[in-house]
């Protein structure tokens, strides 16, 4: 139980261009859900905190216009990369969890701007 | 602001236990975790112990938590290859009914065969 995907697992994309990544819990209903972004070789840096139905709360210096964060389902949560620049390449990781504690983690999302 | 640190890299033989050690500075901790990331994936949820708690054993896992000195430990008994990786610590706090995470800065541990 308790299992997050993200979809997709890699993605490759143009300067300039947009990307969606999506974030679903599969067999739980997650009030709220988390996106994460992890540079290599150092810690989680939460970037916004969204729940089912309203609008996401971001981390101080994360640009809310430049990531859109969707929380449109208690199963869903999406997260936009809009225009993209080589710098907002990174590893992307959601979590989920319902009304308890624990936070589940999906497997992440490998994001190279070229 | 709240912290959670932790030693960089750990190096053990196959079949030694290992130690991974955790500082925090956040008192008001209500939970803290323990999560492992191998290599290009997500992070995997180990154990947790709750803040009123000294100990927690899970199989080959084994918690401690000294709260007088805000540091915890996270010890693999008989440590195997699989067990390289990542560990992360993580501490919780909740204000508001709502709870807020903070995750230290991993320890890659390599383990010998």
């Known amino acids: 139980g308790a299992v997050v995907s993200q979809h997709p697992s890699r993605v490759i994309c143009k300067s300039g261009t947009s990307v969606k990544i999506e974030c679903r819990s599969l067999d739980f209903q997650a009030t709220t859900m988390f996106w994460y972004r992890q540079f290599p070789k150092q810690s989680l840096m939460l970037m916004a905190t969204?729940?089912?139905?309203?609008?996401?709360?971001?981390e101080q210096g994360v640009e809310k216009d430049k990531f859109l964060i969707n929380h449109a389902s208690l199963t869903l949560s999406t997260l936009t990369v809009t225009s993209a620049h080589p710098e907002d390449s990174s590893f992307y990781i959601c979590?989920?969890?319902?009304?308890?504690?624990?936070?589940?983690f999906g497997p992440g999302t490998r994001l190279t701007v070229t | 602001g709240e912290d959670v640190e932790q030693s960089l890299f750990l190096s053990v033989r196959e079949g030694d236990s290992s130690v991974i050690n955790c500082t925090y500075t956040d008192s008001s901790s209500t939970y803290l975790y323990w999560y492992k990331q191998e290599p290009g994936a997500g992070l995997q949820l180990l154990t947790y112990i709750f803040s009123n708690m000294d100990m927690k054993q899970d199989q080959r896992l084994t918690v401690l938590l000294n709260k007088k000195d805000k540091h915890l430990s996270l010890r693999i008994a008989d440590t195997q290859t699989g067990d390289s990786a990542i560990y992360f610590c993580a501490e919780s706090t909740r204000d508001s009914g709502t709870y807020k995470y903070i995750f230290g800065t991993g320890t890659r541990l390599k383990v010998l065969a």
């Open positions: 969204s729940n089912e139905g309203s609008k996401a709360t971001y």
């Open positions: 979590s989920a969890k319902t009304g308890g504690h624990e936070q589940y």
